[in-house]
């Protein structure tokens, strides 16, 4: 898989979702009719360390990490416990080597929203992420419904 595979699945199998890039970083937002300045974060693709996040090394040649939030409970389910907030450019208290390519782990930095990432997915990693992906546009819309109003 490539970034811009994985940007150009979401932006045509998700309905209402534009491309924001800002920070280093490429997002894919839920935005219909561009209502909000912004949008809502459904994912992000991030190509190299930023000042408060460099847990993935990122800057290792043509590695990128595929970032997304999910609901707590099902973060809880496939890692246990939402970890607290780590401090500013620090990693969250988990068990992960969160450099490891190929594999759905928590996010090192936003875990504790309950982001999950997975580095460099394969396209049976990336199946594997779809659900989730699915799962972060849902959230995404509720979200937006309630900004919205």
């Known amino acids: 898989m490539t970034p811009d595979k994985i ?3 979401c932006l045509q199998n998700l309905e ?6 800002s920070w280093g970083e ?6 219909p009719d561009h209502v909000l300045k912004r949008g809502v974060y459904i ?3 991030k190509e190299k360390n930023g000042d408060n996040d460099k847990g993935s090394d990122l800057n290792r040649e043509n590695v990128y990490r595929v970032n ?5 409970s099902t973060f809880a389910e496939l890692f246990g416990a939402v970890p607290k907030r780590p401090p500013a450019g620090g990693v969250v208290d988990m068990d992960y080597d969160f450099t490891v390519l190929n594999e759905i ?11 999950i990432c ?3 997915p394969s396209e049976q990693t990336f199946e594997e992420l779809k ?3 699915q799962e972060a546009y849902e959230y995404a819309r509720e979200k937006f419904k309630k900004r919205k109003k």
Do not use: D, Q
């Open 68 to 72: 997304l939030g999910i609901r707590k």
């Open 118 to 120: 997975a580095l460099n």
């Open 16 to 21: 209402g979702t534009v491309l924001v890039e």
């Open 131 to 133: 659900p989730y992906i």
């Open 7 to 9: 940007l150009n699945y």
């Open 43 to 45: 994912l992000t693709v």
């Open 105 to 115: 782990l928590p996010h090192p930095v936003y875990a504790w929203m309950a982001w």
């Open 26 to 31: 490429k997002g894919i937002f839920y935005n």
